[in-house]
């Protein structure tokens, strides 16, 4: 079973930057595809980024691009999410998701792993 652990969530002031990780686990051949997506308390889950598995197709959401850069290192079976300039709107639960195939998707539905969040609040 592939398990997702992220970290690197936190408070940090508008304008200022995070980088988060995302560590993977198990049969890792099923994390070709690995994005981010991040909730607000009643909002459905919204995409923000995605990488394929070699690392040379990337894609994210209008609202973050230009300000966020994902990579993988896939050595260590881990992704990043470099984001800066941030805004009060980008406060939200960010999740890591995998999925076994191997073209990028922006649904929610087309990712079959999971990982538990990580929290980042944005001040202003």
């Known amino acids: 079973q592939v398990q997702l652990v992220e970290s690197g969530g936190g408070l940090v002031q508008a304008g200022g930057s995070l980088r988060l990780s995302c560590v993977a686990s198990g049969p890792t051949f099923s994390t070709l595809v690995k994005s981010w997506f991040r909730q607000v308390p009643g909002k459905d889950r919204e995409f923000v980024a995605a990488?394929?598995?070699?690392?040379?197709?990337?894609f994210y959401a209008p609202s973050v691009k230009g300000r966020s850069t994902i990579s993988r290192i896939n050595a260590n079976n881990t992704m990043y999410l470099q984001m800066s300039s941030l805004k009060t709107e980008d406060t939200a639960v960010y999740y890591c998701?995998?999925?076994?195939?191997?073209?990028?998707?922006?649904?929610?539905?087309?990712?079959?792993?999971w990982g538990q969040g990580t929290q980042v609040t944005v001040s202003s």
């Open positions: 998701a995998a999925s076994r195939w191997n073209y990028i998707s922006t649904m929610w539905e087309q990712y079959e792993h």
């Open positions: 990488i394929n598995w070699s690392g040379d197709r990337t």
